[in-house]
């Protein structure tokens, strides 16, 4: 697992409870709660890179790692004659769906064009290039916004950092971080000649902010913050926060679902933050 972030963790979770032995990469450690000693240190910028002997015998890589600052991949910078050394039969690559860049609203799938106008994004699809160029069994999950226990629109409502924001016609895709661990799992089962080099994770109803927020609040029995007009709040959002609104698309799983066959936990926000309010 190169990069143990939130989902990385959890899909280590999921192995770990099938039996199977994982080690772990970030640029700090382990921390208190972590039951597990197969961490590995993994800072470029200090140096810290897993020894080809420390990852010997792995067969299954999940890299969550996004770009670093000059755009490029650092797993691949630091790592790949090690990962082309070790027996490997899968590389799961976590992407963005912001590599499609601004659709108007419309579906975009695994096939869709694209055109990503933002530098991260720009970044993430050079990034997914590299890899599919490494020569290495690279499968990308192209990923929206992920939501799960602890990183919902329950906790931006609980610190009085939630915005109702009415943009006309805008939509965004979301998808529960256990939808994510289940379409990994889904795949690495599949027999290697037919999983799909691309597969987009997604809920099957993108919605506006506002509606998701909205049902938030009613789960939580609180008052909404007031409503703002996106001409009248745009201006005066910082760079990062005003990126996430610029573009407007839909994300589709139908390849995962009707193709693959993978049935979502959370096939909409309502049933993800059902389950997110009841652990929160």
């Known amino acids: 697992m190169l990069g143990a972030g939130f989902t990385g963790r959890?899909?280590?979770?999921?192995?770990?409870?099938?039996?199977?032995?994982?080690?772990?990469?970030?640029?700090?450690?382990?921390?208190?709660?972590?039951?597990?000693?197969d961490w590995l240190r993994f800072d470029p910028s200090a140096g810290e890179v897993p020894e080809a002997h420390q990852l010997e015998g792995v067969t299954h890589v999940l890299v969550t790692i996004p770009p670093n600052a000059q755009?490029?991949?650092?797993?691949?910078?630091?790592?790949?004659?090690?990962?082309?050394?070790?027996?490997?039969?899968?590389v799961g690559y976590l992407s963005t769906t912001g590599v499609y860049g601004d659709h108007g609203g419309d579906w975009v799938r695994e096939d869709s064009a694209l055109r990503p106008r933002l530098e991260r994004s720009q970044a993430r699809l050079a990034c997914e290039q590299a890899w599919r160029s490494s020569g290495l069994p690279v499968q990308v999950?192209?990923?929206?916004?992920?939501?799960?226990?602890?990183?919902?629109?329950?906790?931006?409502?609980?610190?009085?950092?939630?915005?109702?924001i009415h943009k006309p016609g805008q939509v965004f895709s979301r998808v529960h971080v256990d939808d994510i661990v289940g379409a990994l799992m889904h795949c690495l089962a599949?027999?290697?000649?037919?999983?799909?080099?691309?597969?987009?994770?997604?809920?099957?109803?993108?919605?506006?902010?506002?509606?998701?927020?909205?049902?938030?609040?009613?789960?939580?029995?609180?008052?909404?913050p007031p409503w703002q007009r996106w001409q009248d709040v745009g201006p005066t959002m910082g760079p990062m926060a005003r990126s996430f609104w610029s573009e407007n698309r839909r994300a589709s799983s139908e390849l995962l679902c009707d193709s693959l066959g993978y049935t979502l936990r959370y096939p909409s926000y309502r049933e993800g933050l059902r389950a997110c309010v009841n652990l929160t």
């Open 141 to 164: 999950f192209r990923l929206p916004a992920i939501y799960g226990p602890g990183r919902s629109a329950f906790d931006n409502l609980r610190n009085d950092t939630a915005r109702l």
């Open 71 to 90: 755009g490029s991949d650092p797993v691949l910078t630091t790592l790949s004659r090690t990962l082309a050394s070790l027996p490997l039969q899968w």
């Open 190 to 224: 599949m027999p290697p000649e037919v999983r799909p080099e691309t597969v987009i994770v997604a809920d099957r109803e993108p919605c506006p902010s506002s509606e998701n927020l909205g049902f938030a609040a009613h789960l939580l029995g609180c008052k909404l």
């Open 10 to 37: 959890r899909f280590a979770q999921a192995l770990r409870d099938r039996g199977a032995r994982v080690r772990l990469t970030d640029r700090r450690g382990p921390r208190p709660e972590d039951q597990t000693d």
